[in-house]
């Protein structure tokens, strides 16, 4: 039986950080702290190899756009590389909208109406992972219900592990103690 590929996320903060080749430089500013550009292209290698789906929001093309008018990035290579096949472009329709109000609602510290909607996103594709580089997120981590009442890991873009056991998933929606 062949096994379905993994799923994350993607914040609209981390394909700006790809198309960008963004880098974090230290108080010196030569001594690059973290390679964001870098850190992302072996998820998107697996995405091309099929081992894992990236599920986006859909309102990530106007953020990522909006981000990379004054870049010198050409619009058409974007909107082209969002067609790829292990992208999955997720519409916001009424269901997601609701989901994305119900965190905004849970009093999540700091959650903005777009990070909501992203969140969302990955929920409601069943993501196995949701992939930022937002601190504001990253607090969020395991914080938030799946649909299938599982935990959404949030982290920065790596590689996901192979898929955990059932009963590891059960154990994960239950939430960390």
């Keep these: 039986m062949a096994t379905s590929p993994s799923r994350v996320a993607w914040d609209s903060c981390t394909w700006i950080a790809y198309i960008q080749r963004e880098r974090i430089f230290g108080q010196d500013g030569k001594t690059v702290l973290e390679d964001r550009g870098a850190v992302c292209r072996p998820v998107l290698d697996a995405a091309e190899r099929g081992v894992i789906e990236i599920v986006v929001s ?8 909006a981000r990379n008018r004054t870049g010198g990035i050409d619009d058409q290579k ?3 590389f969002f067609d790829n096949d292990y992208i999955l472009l997720v519409n916001v329709d009424k269901q997601l909208g609701d989901f994305a109000r119900r965190l905004m609602l849970a009093g999540h510290s700091g959650l903005k109406p777009l990070d909501a909607i992203h969140l969302a996103t990955a929920c409601i594709a069943n993501a ?5 580089f937002d ?3 990253l607090a969020l981590d395991c914080a938030i219900d799946g649909l299938d009442g599982t935990r959404l890991v949030i ?3 790596a590689v996901p592990a192979a898929p955990a056991p059932l009963l590891d998933r059960i154990e994960r929606g239950r939430g960390r103690q």
């Design 128 to 132: 196995d992972e949701f992939h930022t």
């Design 58 to 65: 859909a309102i990530a093309l106007v953020e990522v756009l």
């Design 78 to 80: 974007v909107r082209d």
């Design 155 to 157: 982290k920065k873009p």
């Design 135 to 137: 601190d504001r997120l």
